[in-house]
Nanobody, 125 residues
Framework: QVQLVESGGGLVQAGGSLRLSCAAS????????MGWFRQAPGKEREFVAA????????YYAVSVKGRFTISRDNAKNTVYLQMNSLKPEDTAVYYC??????????????????WGQGTQVTVSS
């Protein structure tokens, strides 16, 4: 079993920054691809970013590319999402997820095995 706990969400003005953290319990964390997803009210959960177990490869949704950075510290069993130049449309609950099986990165939520509880990000205009 893998437990994931997100933190770092909050209220920020447009143009501001937040860093989300996701702490994982797994002993083999470095073998898991990790992803960030978000869900806004009335919308489906959407892919944000993903990173390979080693941190050697990343992939981003077009909507956040150039503004968000996913990273990980395997010594701390933690994955991060640095969010810069935030926009009101970034407002959502952000979830981290672990893919225990994948060799390649997936943008589909159904390919991820474990999920955190989510953390709210609200961007005001």
């Amino acid at each position: 079993q893998v437990q994931l706990v997100e933190s770092g969400g909050g209220l920020v003005q447009a143009g501001g920054s937040l860093r989300l953290s996701c702490a994982a319990s797994g002993r083999t964390f470095r073998s898991y691809a990790m992803g960030w997803f978000r869900q806004a009210p009335g919308k489906e959960r959407e892919f944000v970013a993903a990173i390979t177990g080693s941190g050697g490869n990343t992939y981003y949704a077009v909507s956040v590319k150039g503004r968000f950075t996913i990273s990980r510290d395997n010594a701390k069993n933690t994955v991060y999402l640095q969010m810069n130049s935030l926009k009101p449309e970034d407002t959502a609950v952000y979830y981290c997820a672990a893919d225990l099986r994948s060799i390649s990165l997936s943008t589909s939520s159904r390919n991820y095995d474990y999920w955190g509880q989510g953390t709210q990000v609200t961007v005001s205009s």
